[in-house]
């Protein structure tokens, strides 16, 4: 067992919530996911023995399973109370309240470079808050993007000082530092240093409902202690979460303590290694140069665990994401965070740094020659691990190594479009190759899953599958979901009700079945639509009184093989009178589906009676709301930005997708 310089020693009487310190001898890894199963805190794993913190009711239960239990510090919880309120000549921990206004404080003194934003609230209404550094802090630029945390265990605060003193040491050297000065111009740099300040103020593990925020999140959720009553049920992994979605991070970090480990993606498997585990390993590098941290795959250098952050940041987001565990202590003496943060401080200069290798690029509609508004899937041949570009500008930035490789970009709605040999140079400044990628719209394809935003824990021993598979149009790669397990997938453009069936489900292979649902709300309430149990199972969302649904839930019986959903486009007319074609007569014509701004949308309505028509944005925001009369109308479009719209009618049932160029 290593020790910290000046780490407080104390022996004190321990409480039923207080932990002991031990170390647990012959303990297999089958073992160690048991006993992590069971409320074990697990910091290190040995060859031949484990370091972890049990509570006093846990002696018995550990002993029972044959494990000898030697205790190395009685009450550790109360040494790390203690460390974190003792006074330093040095660096120290600041409280909740203290941090709070010490944030407050930095973003009013340098208000250039620095935005403090509050992305929502704790279980027990404390601040979330999170700090941008850019040059041009007030602006998105198209920049790439990088992200740090730390504090999602409460007790390890040696990770929340590593992150919060990262955010001084930028601002504080900006004006002289040329490299920080760089990295500040040319980068977005996000850190959130307390991403759990219930657990943080309580010198707790757990957030204010006892929940393991790190076992929380929505790639391969459950099976865990303290896992949450759903996946991302927490107000904490939800508000990050949602910040994710609004950006497209190259680098993920969070900090994390209790022994010294760079872990990578996967934690919830050692069956399969990450398809990009060659950059893994580079950036892992990099970082151990500076540090000498060992790294490598979490469930092998550590332990499985399920429903972390770094598996759903790189497994849902594509980014190059890390725990990073920094100290043997979770709180160790306050003369300890100097000495730690200028051994990693080095390393996260690095990381934004490389945050500007690989591949940049810009997505565009080519008929608009506007950003295409909705996020791209971004593959990079020949791993094609996905990513995403941004759905306000178009940017992407995907971290590659230099060499040549083919990228493709989907969008619901577009046709795809592969663009091969592109080279990533080396001996440049960033190492970087910059692309431009026109997209053509067709109405006539259909719009698809385009994010992946939970699923349920596999059997890893025998499922080899991907959720993400399930993702973008079918094309008969497959995501195993097993018997009892779910997934939920999201439609960047809404899924909208029009006559007949509106979405189909896919199945690539066998005989499984499958309950299917939607919401509009990513966590529900959810309403059931029917049982998928065919290779192409269509359904409307009208059975369920539903207009539109951005979101569908898959809830397998059996084992169902998701190849894909899609949905479809507005269709470019509406017919009454059964299946004759002989009776089959256009009621509602829009013409031309393709205008610039001073056209005039001609809409021809071959009702007998006035029918209303609505008008809506991407997003299904509706935008207006006409009667029109029978007979040739025409609409204005020049008050409306550039972009694509619909326009449906209650009446008719009717929809059709305009698109508007300057």
């Not at 919880?77 to 921990?93: G, L």
């Not at 609505?614 to 204005?636: A, K, V």
Request: with cysteine; hydrophobic share 35%.
């Amino acid at each position: 067992m290593k020790y910290i310089a000046g780490f407080i020693l104390l022996v004190c009487l321990a409480s039923a919530t207080d932990l002991d310190l031990v170390r647990i001898n012959a303990v297999k890894m089958d073992d160690i996911k048991s006993l992590d199963r069971n409320g074990v805190i697990i910091n290190q794993v040995n060859p031949d023995h484990i370091v972890a913190e049990i509570s006093g009711d846990m002696y018995r239960m550990v002993r029972s399973r044959g494990f000898d239990i030697e205790v190395i510090q009685k009450n550790i919880t109360e040494i790390y109370r203690q460390n974190s309120i003792a006074e330093s000549s040095r660096s120290q921990y600041l409280t909740y309240d203290t941090f709070v206004d010490s944030m407050i404080a930095m973003a009013t003194n340098y208000p250039a470079i620095c935005r403090l934003d509050t992305l929502g609230y704790s279980h027990q209404n404390r601040l979330l808050l999170i700090m941008k550094i850019s040059d041009n802090v007030e602006i998105d630029e198209v920049e790439p993007e990088v992200h740090f945390e730390a504090n999602v265990h409460g007790d390890e605060k040696i990770g929340w000082a590593v992150s919060f003193w990262m955010i001084r040491y930028l601002l504080e050297n900006y004006p002289e530092d040329t490299l920080v000065q760089r990295l500040v111009d040319t980068r977005e740099i996000w850190i959130a240093p307390m991403v759990n300040p219930d657990g943080f103020a309580a010198h707790s593990r757990y957030n204010g409902r006892s929940v393991d925020l790190n076992r929380n999140w929505g790639w391969m959720w459950g099976d865990e202690w303290n896992c949450g009553t759903d996946f991302m049920s927490e107000n904490e992994a939800r508000r990050f979460v949602e910040h994710f979605w609004r950006h497209s991070f190259v680098t993920y970090v969070s900090f994390h303590a209790g022994t010294i480990y760079i872990s990578e993606p996967w934690s919830y498997t050692s069956y399969m290694q990450p398809p990009e585990q060659n950059l893994l390993h580079h950036l892992s590098q990099g970082y151990a140069y500076f540090t000498g941290y060992p790294y490598g795959q979490g469930s092998v250098g550590m332990y499985s665990i399920n429903g972390c952050t770094k598996d759903y940041d790189y497994g849902c987001g594509g980014e190059m994401g890390w725990s990073i565990e920094v100290c043997y202590y979770k709180t160790p003496s306050p003369d300890s965070i100097d000495p730690i943060f200028d051994r990693d401080r080095p390393a996260m200069l690095r990381l934004m740094h490389k945050a500007g290798q690989g591949i940049h690029g810009y997505v565009y509609d080519s008929l608009s020659v506007e950003p295409t508004k909705l996020r791209s899937l971004i593959y990079v041949g020949p791993s094609n691990w996905r990513s995403y570009s941004r759905s306000d500008n178009g940017d992407f930035h995907r971290f590659y190594l230099p060499g040549t490789y083919s990228v493709t970009v989907l969008s619901p709605g577009y046709e795809p479009k592969t663009i091969d040999s592109v080279v990533v140079p080396a001996n440049t400044p960033d190492s970087s190759v910059y692309i431009e990628v026109g997209l053509i719209p067709n109405p006539e394809l259909p719009i698809y899953a385009t994010e992946l935003i939970g699923t349920r824990y596999v059997t890893t021993s025998y499922n080899m599958t991907y959720p993400v598979k399930a993702i973008g149009p079918h094309d008969d790669q497959s995501y195993q979901v097993d018997g009892n397990k779910w997934i939920v997938l999201g439609f960047d453009c809404p899924i909208r009700d029009y006559p007949g069936n509106d979405m189909t489900v896919y199945r690539s292979t066998g005989s499984g079945t499958a309950t299917v649902k939607v919401s509009n709300v990513w966590y529900g309430p959810w309403q059931t639509l029917g049982t998928a149990n065919e290779a192409v199972n269509d359904f409307d969302i009208n059975t369920v009184s539903l207009d539109s649904a951005r979101y569908v839930r898959i809830e397998a019986s059996s084992t169902f093989m998701l190849d894909a959903v899609e949905a479809l486009q507005a269709p470019t007319g509406i017919t009454k009178g059964g299946d004759d074609p002989e009776l089959i007569r256009p009621l509602f014509e829009i013409t031309p589906t393709v205008l610039r701004k001073g056209d005039l949308l001609q809409v021809s309505n071959s009702h007998q009676s006035p029918v209303t028509i609505r008008l809506f944005n991407l997003l299904g925001q509706q935008l207006r709301d006409e009667m029109i009369e029978p007979g040739m109308s025409y609409w204005s479009m020049v008050d409306l930005p550039a972009g694509i719209y619909f326009l449906a009618g209650p009446e008719i049932a009717s929809a059709r997708r305009i698109v508007l160029i300057d």
